[in-house]
């Protein structure tokens, strides 16, 4: 089973930026489709950001996009999520995901493979 780890989180300021970090085991899956997700308290994992198997293909949702830029270099087996003008709402624990055999993947149930998650908490 491919490992995904991820790392970064921490607590930040409104306003303030963050970058999280994902490491795949298996450079095989680290050129596929790859995507982060959040899931906040009460709340349902929800679809952040993801990034081609090549680094093209990318797409946001809306409450992020502008703000959340997601990345990758394949020969380190990694992918990133740089965030900045964080806001409270961006509160979660923020998973990276990997889609094998996808062009695109905006959807939970895409994603095949799941890290344990790192806590982003944007509070004053």
């Known amino acids: 089973q491919v490992q995904v780890v991820e790392s970064g989180g921490g607590v930040v300021q409104p306003g303030g930026s963050l970058t999280l970090s994902c490491t795949v085991s298996?450079?095989?899956?680290?050129?596929?489709?790859m995507g982060w997700f959040r899931q906040a308290p009460g709340k349902d994992r929800e679809f952040v950001a993801t990034i081609g198997a090549n680094g093209g293909n990318t797409f946001y949702d809306d409450s992020v996009k502008g703000r959340f830029t997601i990345s990758r270099d394949n020969a380190k087996n990694m992918v990133w999520l740089q965030m900045t003008t964080l806001k409270p709402e961006d509160t979660a624990v923020y998973y990276c995901?990997?889609?094998?055999?996808?062009?695109?993947?905006?959807?939970?149930?895409?994603?095949?493979?799941w890290g344990q998650g790192t806590q982003v908490t944007v509070s004053t």
């Open positions: 995901g990997i889609a094998p055999g996808k062009l695109v993947a905006i959807l939970e149930y895409e994603y095949d493979f």
């Open positions: 298996d450079p095989t899956f680290s050129s596929t489709v």
